[in-house]
């Protein structure tokens, strides 16, 4: 089980937002402060979508947004798009490790 | 741009040594990055295996580390990994990627992942 908490799955349909938490189950994470979210599609390589909680990386839609309360991250996905349905991971690390969350798969209804 | 490509044997045997590569084009390994290892079982979500400084110094999964053994090559320009004692449990597609920035902070790039299977 990881120590990133995230919900199974999320739908929703398009144009909606919708948003996917990752919470921290340990206090081990002392630079959750970095949680970073990357977006998978099937058969492919993660992509890393979000840096140190709201850095949106180059070339992705405005769309995709993060922030964080407390020990909680957040992705959020407006104006949902059918492309958008893939699986969604955040990630984190300690001074000695790292983890990713446990993953959320979206649907595009 | 920096391109990550990993490669090895898609099947190896229980009880033997799984090698891999990653061969790193458009960046040099001994530059001051981090880089890591990644797996997915098949229909399960990401584990982080371990990542490696371009000094040598290397951070585990606990539990893997009994196991694991990661290495940089910057001769070859190449990362490796050495899992020993592989179990079924271990079939996986294996990712390398590049720590962004500081520390063990955001994976980017990736390569494209291998299959592994253990199976005899």
């Known amino acids: ?109 | 741009q920096v391109q990550l490509q990993e490669s090895g044997p898609g099947l190896v045997k229980p009880s033997e040594t799984l090698s891999l590569t990653c061969d790193v084009s458009g960046h040099s390994i001994s530059l001051p990055y981090y880089w890591g290892w990644i797996r997915q079982s098949p229909g399960k979500g990401l584990e982080w295996i371990g990542s490696i400084y371009w000094t040598g110094i290397t951070y585990y999964n606990e539990s893997l580390r009994s196991r694991l053994s990661l290495s940089v090559d910057t001769s070859k320009n190449q990362l490796s990994l050495r899992l020993a004692s592989v179990v079924a449990a271990d079939s996986a597609i294996y990712f390398c990627a590049r720590h962004v920035g500081a520390f063990l902070t955001s994976f980017d790039p990736w390569g494209p992942g291998i299959l592994v299977t253990v199976s005899s």
């Not at chain 1, 199974?8 to 921290?24: F, K, L, N, R, Y």
């Open chain 1, 1 to 109: 089980q990881s120590a990133l908490s995230q919900p199974a799955s999320v739908s929703g349909s398009p144009g909606q937002t919708i948003i996917i938490s990752c919470t921290e189950t340990s206090n081990d994470f002392g630079h959750f402060e970095s949680v970073s979210w990357y977006q998978q599609y099937p058969g492919k390589a993660p992509k890393l979508l979000i840096s140190h909680v709201t850095t949106r990386i180059s070339g992705v839609p405005d769309r995709f947004s993060g922030s964080k309360a407390g020990e909680t991250a957040f992705l959020t996905i407006s104006g949902l798009r059918a492309d958008d349905e893939a699986a969604y991971y955040c990630y984190s690390f300690t001074n000695t490790a790292s983890v990713f969350g446990s993953g959320t798969t979206v649907t595009v209804l």
